[in-house]
T-cell receptor
Framework: EPEVTQTPSHQVTQMGQEVILRCVPISNHLYFYWYRQILGQKVEFLVSFYNNEISEKSEIFDDQFSVERPDGSNFTLKIRSTKLEDSAMYFC??????????FGPGTRLLVL | GQNIDQPTEMTATEGAIVQINCTYQTSGFNGLFWYQQHAGEAPTFLSYNVLDGLEEKGRFSSFLSRSKGYSYLLLKELQMKDSASYLCAPQNNTDKLIFGTGTRLQVFP
């Protein structure tokens, strides 16, 4: 069964550094999302992406965040200058038809 | 505004039935999802309701009342592996999922 994959599974970085989180959505899916979950808290929407454009973004998704689909398979989330409060699990999700969103296993980001 | 309300924790016994309730208020509504999340893992899809009524899928069923802003997830013949968090997630009309804090279910032998 096709799956969403994410790399790396864990990332440790210093405050102020840039990180790129990578996702490979399910191959025939057209809509892509990033969510994050701070430890012990709820899953929060960051951004949705369709047809090479951001469809919607949350208040969390400020200028330090960007997304890109650099080729036909990858979908990336870049955090430009990481802050301590960016430490969280970041989930990528995809859907073919704007209904069921399938989540990747997540990247656990720790900012020191 | 947006608000999702579900119990924080529930316990049940192996083989029993448990019902997890969720009430929600969202600006715009497409449908409602239930996801299961084991600690440290990603949410996995359980069910999706668009219309009012009951959707059954093996041991899991989900019910929706759009007019009441209410849903429940029913788990039958509980197994130990069902110990997890269950996330109620309404989808707004721009298709983003709005998650509640989830209900942590512990199944005891």
């Amino acid at each position: 069964e096709p799956e969403v994959t994410q790399t790396p599974s864990h990332q440790v970085t210093q405050m102020g550094q840039e990180v790129i989180l990578r996702c490979v959505p399910i191959s025939n899916h057209l809509y892509f999302y990033w969510y994050r979950q701070i430890l012990g808290q709820k899953v929060e929407f960051l951004v949705s992406f369709y047809n090479n454009e951001i469809s919607e973004k949350s208040e969390i998704f400020d200028d330090q965040f960007s997304v890109e689909r650099p080729d036909g398979s990858n979908f990336t989330l870049k955090i430009r200058s990481t802050k301590l409060e960016d430490s969280a699990m970041y989930f990528c999700a995809s859907t073919r038809d704007r209904e069921t969103q399938y989540f990747g296993p997540g990247t656990r980001l720790l900012v020191l | 505004g947006q608000n999702i309300d579900q119990p924080t924790e529930m316990t049940a016994t192996e083989g029993a039935i448990v019902q997890i309730n969720c009430t929600y208020q969202t600006s715009g509504f497409n449908g409602l999802f239930w996801y299961q999340q084991h600690a440290g893992e990603a949410p996995t899809f359980l069910s999706y309701n668009v219309l009012d009524g009951l959707e059954e899928k093996g041991r899991f069923s989900s019910f929706l009342s759009r007019s009441k802003g209410y849903s429940y997830l029913l788990l039958k013949e509980l197994q130990m592996k069902d110990s997890a968090s269950y996330l109620c997630a309404p989808q707004n009309n721009t298709d983003k999922l709005i998650f509640g804090t989830g209900t942590r279910l512990q199944v005891f032998p």
